[in-house]
């Protein structure tokens, strides 16, 4: 069963997003100008194992070490929501924030695009003030702040900020 987001079924937990990834063979889809993220539309899902799953997204961003190596993706669940994930293997090594950084992941947005942190992942403030940094810089816009707010008021990670003033401040 998928994730729920504001009454909208996203299609794929995460470990669902990550099986997926593995068994995508690149090169597929359009090469975009990093020479190292594949974009993958509807017309190009009827080659890959998985594309059953991909009923309902419109597109996927698939990102490689520029090896041919996938080391993770992006779902576009139309213009309400991504889905971002890393393989394990290839976490805190910069792949995910070379797409923010070189204008990729922003390009490929649609305009004023809300997404939701998904807050298990969240383990302390840096966390979460890393996600936000990398959803500024994507021209995006967290739709879940009280949510956030919450799990980290649970964790003790508030970092002084009242419910207000995080909101205020991070939205």
């Given at each position: ?119 298990r992942?969240?383990r ?9 940094h ?17 799990h ?20």
């Amino acid at each position: 069963m998928g994730l729920v987001i504001f009454g909208k079924e996203l299609l794929m937990t995460n470990d669902d997003f990550l099986y997926m990834l593995k068994h995508i063979d690149l090169p597929c889809g359009v090469l975009l100008s990093d020479n190292t993220t594949y974009r993958l539309e509807t017309n190009d899902y009827s080659t890959l194992k998985y594309k059953e799953e991909l009923e309902g997204i419109d597109k996927v961003l698939v990102i490689s070490d520029g090896k041919l190596n996938v080391v993770g993706g992006v779902l576009f669940y139309g213009g309400y929501d991504i889905q971002i994930t890393t393989l394990p293997q290839y976490r805190n090594k910069g792949y995910m924030s070379a797409i923010h950084r070189n204008g990729i992941l922003y390009r490929e947005c649609y305009p004023n695009l809300y997404v939701s942190l998904v807050t298990r992942e969240i383990r302390h403030w840096q966390d979460f003030h890393l996600r936000h940094h990398l959803v500024k810089l994507a021209g995006l816009i967290i739709r879940n702040l009280p949510e956030v707010y919450k799990h980290l008021f649970i964790i003790r990670e508030t970092n002084g900020y009242t419910e207000e003033a995080f909101i205020k401040k991070f939205s």
